[in-house]
């Protein structure tokens, strides 16, 4: 029997059956010789049949309890549940489904393990880190809210199915306006007329819509930059110290030591000198009146105060101011804008454009309407920049020259921001660098 379980099925049933006709035969021998040869092939024949119908169900039985545990372990792992397992031992062939099986369940169980200890490691992260997180469904109600954004908008509660409009109702007033403008910003909570009292903060929005099972949803993050924005403001005011204090240094010395001469020149009757010395103060004087006038200018600039101007007209009116090239035609439209702030902006690039050694005759400006407002450049054919100055140019304080405050094109870049533009920087085919101030369309009229 040992050697038949290990049989194939269909082997094992032909060796039964043959078994059980052999056997059937020699009784209707031995029971030829007491009864007659019907009765003796009918009782050989209920002998086969009734052996027969063992091998069946013997046979049989088991296949059905090992086709339903089978059924019911796929319906467990259709349904998510990967427990079950199932021993046998009866048939080889049939030992290796059930193996192959018990194989794939546990291999499932894996999987759910590992993704059941990722899932639970992802939602540790969500809901310990700083940044708010909410999943916003179609309806704009949370589908998921991690622990910072309870305390942010609910109190420590739940948010979990409520709506972010009876949300941002309980929320302070700064939070509803940032989620009201669309898109990303900054915002600030507390008490802007006192920010050195702890009482402010500020935060960043970030919003992102993407596809979830086949529906529009939203990510909203709300980060905390108070601290991180409070070190980048000590930093910058150190560097602002830096250089005020460099050029202050480089100004006052000279002028103190040609007051000096001065007073010792007048001691010895030394007339004639005097002149040089103090034209020499006057222009250190002057120079460190301008740096002072430039960050100044910086720090104070107001909002954009827009007004109808005849582009021709005010391109012409640079002109007076400093030499330059038109390249192409000037549109004859009028464009809105801030006349001031925009002379100063483009009077900075020009000015750099010929500090940039360029060759007389070589700065250039150009102006001409593109698909979303208006665009200005100024060129030159200078030395350019490479990349570590062209990533930094845009920097306040940032400069490349011994005399520079590193507030040129920083101011152009807060006023085209201010107007709602911005400014680029492109080195040129052939050399030299291209300044682009963009304006948007709805400053044009």
Not at 119 to 142: F, G, H, I, K, W
Request: aromatic share 6%; proline share 4%.
């Amino acid at each position: 029997m040992r050697i038949l379980r290990v049989l194939p099925l269909a082997i094992r049933m032909v060796a039964l059956v043959l078994c059980a006709v052999a056997g059937t035969a020699a009784l209707t021998a031995l029971l030829v010789e007491w009864l007659a040869p019907w009765q003796a092939a009918l009782a050989s024949a209920a002998v086969l049949g009734a052996l027969m119908g063992i091998v069946v169900w013997r046979t049989f039985v088991p296949l059905r309890a090992l086709f339903r545990a089978l059924a019911g372990t796929v319906a467990g792992y259709r349904d998510g549940d990967f427990s079950f397992g199932i021993t046998w031992d009866r048939y080889g062939d049939l030992i290796e489904l059930v193996d192959a099986h018990n194989a794939l369940g546990q291999a499932l169980r894996d999987q759910r393990l590992s993704l059941v200890q990722r899932e639970l490691l992802l939602d540790t992260m969500v809901q310990n880190t700083p940044v708010s997180m909410l999943l916003l469904d179609p309806a704009r109600r949370v589908v998921l809210g991690n622990l910072a954004a309870r305390r942010m908008l609910g109190d420590g509660r739940r948010l979990e199915g409520h709506a972010l409009d009876d949300l941002l109702q309980q929320a302070p007033a700064a939070v509803g306006e940032a989620f009201a403008r669309g898109g990303d910003g900054m915002f600030t909570v507390g008490d802007d007329n006192d920010p050195d009292n702890g009482a402010e903060d500020i935060y960043h929005l970030a919003r992102r819509m993407f596809r979830l099972n086949g529906r529009l949803h939203e990510l909203v993050l709300l980060r905390k930059m108070t601290a991180e924005l409070r070190r980048q403001e000590v930093q910058t005011w150190k560097k602002v110290i830096r250089v005020i204090s460099h050029e202050l240094n480089n100004s006052l010395a000279p002028i103190a030591s040609l007051a000096h001469s001065g007073a010792e020149l007048l001691r010895r009757g030394q007339y004639e000198k005097l002149p040089i010395a103090l034209a020499t103060i006057e222009e250190r004087a002057r120079h460190l009146e301008g740096f002072l006038r430039d960050y100044a200018r910086f720090a104070k600039l107001p909002s954009p105060r827009g007004e109808p101007m005849a582009l021709p007209q005010f391109v012409e009116k640079l002109r007076t101011q400093v030499d330059f090239a038109i390249e192409g035609t000037i549109p004859d439209e009028v464009v809105r804008f801030d006349p001031a702030q925009m002379e100063q902006a483009l009077l900075n690039l020009l000015k750099n454009a010929h500090e940039s050694g360029t060759a007389p005759g070589t700065v250039a400006l150009s102006a001409r309407r593109i698909a979303d407002g208006w665009r200005i450049d100024v060129l030159d054919r200078g030395s350019g920049m490479n990349e570590s100055v062209l990533s930094n140019a845009l920097l306040p304080f940032y400069s490349t020259k011994r005399s520079g405050t590193g507030l040129g094109l920083a101011l152009a870049r807060e006023i085209a921001e201010a107007h709602g533009g911005r400014i680029a920087l492109l080195n040129r085919d052939g050399g030299g660098l291209c300044v682009s101030l963009v304006l948007p369309a709805q400053m044009s009229s």
